[in-house]
């Protein structure tokens, strides 16, 4: 079973502009973390916040938690035809389950 | 440092047979986990492997199953093999178990794309 779920479940941006993805999650949480993954390869780790950290920021990343919410979300600033891929938030409590993904595709 | 390395890549077998699956975590990670990837199901958590105990395990039924040896590599093994495990198996490594209080982001290796025909 899943634990997070991100929306929307797909996003399309031109390059420059913002994009903005969310997660809510069901139980308590130790961390939740961010992963990339491109075209059916392996994923990429992102960033990872821990539940007493409310805000995170790697790069052109911007991630947020609100724990009283079971909600956080990724902002990818600026994005580049590069950042077309699928995003995937993992919460790490007992075990690390990770939701359906949001697939990204920014327009050159 | 070397990454999480996947063997084989690709893999085509038929219904009833069975299949190994290698994972050789990153040097020095003792948690090695197992992800099961499908267009429908998405990405589905099999097992997890801490110092070669089983620590955790999803919901799969028991051909699916795993082992981790002394130097944190990892085997799955699946057998009577069925058309719906045709999948991207994916294997994770990090410093700390999951569910740890300070956890660690997880290495994912490129995966082993598994076709039952």
């Known amino acids: 079973s899943q634990q997070g779920e991100e929306d929307p479940q797909a996003l399309s941006i031109q390059e420059g502009e913002n994009a903005t993805m969310n997660c809510s999650y069901k139980?308590?949480?130790?961390?939740l973390q961010w992963y990339r993954q491109n075209s059916g390869r392996g994923l990429v780790h992102l960033i990872l916040?821990?539940?007493?950290?409310r805000e995170k920021h790697s790069g052109r990343l911007r991630v947020t938690l609100d724990t009283s919410k079971k909600s956080s979300s990724l902002l990818i600033t600026a994005s580049r035809a590069a950042d077309t891929a699928s995003y995937f938030c993992?919460?790490?409590?007992?075990?690390?389950?990770f939701g359906a993904g949001t697939r990204l595709t920014v327009k050159p | 440092k070397a990454g999480v390395t996947q063997t084989p890549r690709y893999l085509i077998k038929t219904r009833g047979q069975q299949v190994t699956l290698s994972c050789s975590p990153i040097?020095?990670?003792?948690?090695v986990s197992w992800y099961q990837q499908t267009p429908g199901q998405g990405l589905q958590f099999l097992f997890e492997?801490?110092?070669?105990?089983?620590?955790n395990k999803g919901n799969f039924p028991g051909r699916f199953s795993g082992r981790q040896f002394s130097n944190s590599r990892s085997e799955m093994n699946v057998s009577t093999l069925e058309l719906g495990d045709s999948a991207l198996y994916l294997c994770?490594?990090?410093?700390?178990?999951?569910?740890?209080?300070?956890?660690?982001?997880?290495?994912f290796g490129s995966g082993t794309r598994l076709t039952v025909v």
């Open positions: 994770a490594s990090s410093l700390t178990r999951q569910g740890s209080p300070v956890g660690y982001g997880y290495t």
């Open positions: 139980t308590s949480i130790n961390n």
């Open positions: 916040i821990r539940s007493n950290e």
């Open positions: 993992a919460t790490d409590q007992k075990d690390m389950r």
């Open positions: 040097s020095g990670h003792r948690s």
């Open positions: 492997y801490f110092s070669e105990t089983q620590r």
